[in-house]
């Protein structure tokens, strides 16, 4: 038996598969008796981006940037405020109960937790059948049985594990789980928020080529949200830098590690540990602390922490705009290099 494989021609890897487009997600803040809205949380307040078919498209930022509440609003697991957001023609946002089930179907989440993201009264058998079953992907339990442990094959695991309950497993085998989980039901496109995060650095590199292959192998779109530059360098095709619910840059993996255009971008590069310690480099590292998202500042929201930040910078908002590279939210060209700037842009 063999999992359903997708979009094998070489001709659909440039067609967009999701287009999200002026998303907002904010939390209103309650107070009184009454619970009178005093405010809101900006998680994610008006990004625009897509994700083509085969690609891995990382989101990368510090905590706090929106980056998991991102992931969550593209299968509506948290409810967007306003925006739209198309996948293969539906809009998820005003998309019926009817319509959410077969994009969940095609949309699947691993969620950086395994520890939390797995029943644990259920056998690994039970989870993996529980999948197949609300979306009619097998019509016997013994169809089932042989499906799960083809899932379990592929994913690194064997049939033995198929009665084990998740407290009897590792954390890379609970993550491995999870990944035939989503798996199960034939998906195109998986959103992966910090799916290693939880994981010793020794089983990390496992899972993450792991995915890798089942990419190649079954034709698969990825999200990869993450903190980590590093994996973000191993996995992605292109990045989209996030910072306090914006995108603040995004271009293709080279370009974003070579030579970032925005003062974060560039800061967030600084930070990598150089793996020499023989070779000395002066860095400007990141100051000061993200701003929380009830008050967020004016203009450019990175302001507060930028070097390079002028009045213009504290009164309006940059918008992103085409350059050389990609997409950069920045009223200026900066020469990180001579720590310049070399010119303005003007939308």
Not at 122 to 143: C, D, F, N, P, R
Not at 147 to 170: D, M, N, Q
Not at 192 to 200: A, C, G
């Amino acid at each position: 038996m063999e999992l359903h494989v997708t979009y094998t021609d070489e001709s659909s890897k440039n067609e967009e598969l999701l287009r999200v487009k002026d998303l907002k997600v904010w939390f209103p803040i309650k107070s009184g008796v009454i619970q009178r809205t005093i405010g809101y949380v900006k998680a994610v307040d008006g990004i625009t981006f897509n994700v083509l078919r085969g690609e891995t498209l990382g989101i990368v930022g510090e905590s706090g940037s929106g980056k998991t509440t991102l992931g969550k609003s593209i299968l509506k697991l948290v409810k967007p405020t306003s925006g739209e957001i198309y996948f293969e023609g539906i809009n998820i946002v005003k998309a019926r109960r009817s319509e959410m089930k077969m994009v969940r179907r095609r949309i699947q989440m691993i969620f950086q937790d395994p520890y939390a993201s797995l029943d644990p009264r259920q056998t690994v058998s039970s989870i993996l059948y529980e999948a197949m079953k609300i979306h009619g992907i097998v019509k016997s339990k013994t169809e089932a049985i042989e499906r799960a442990i083809k899932l379990l094959e592929i994913v690194g695991l064997s049939e033995e594990h198929l009665y084990r309950f998740p407290h009897e497993l590792s954390g890379g085998q609970r993550q491995r789980i999870a990944i035939a989980r989503a798996l199960a039901v034939n998906p195109i496109f998986l959103v992966l928020d910090e799916p290693t995060s939880f994981l010793d650095v020794s089983v990390q590199a496992s899972v993450l080529n792991l995915l890798k292959d089942l990419q190649r192998q079954l034709s698969l779109t990825y999200m990869f949200i993450t903190h980590n530059l590093a994996v973000v360098h191993h996995m992605s095709d292109r990045v989209a830098v996030m910072y306090l619910g914006k995108i603040v840059e995004i271009a293709d993996k080279d370009s974003i590690f070579r030579d970032p255009k925005h003062p974060y971008t560039f800061q967030l590069m600084e930070a990598i540990p150089l793996p020499d310690p023989e070779v000395k480099k002066e860095r400007v590292l990141l100051e000061g602390d993200v701003p929380s998202p009830m008050n967020v500042p004016s203009g450019c929201r990175f302001h507060p922490r930028c070097r390079y930040a002028t009045q213009r910078c504290r009164e309006v908002e940059p918008q992103l705009g085409v350059r050389s590279n990609g997409l950069v939210a920045c009223h200026y060209e900066i020469d990180f290099s001579s720590d310049k700037i070399v010119g303005e842009v003007v939308v």
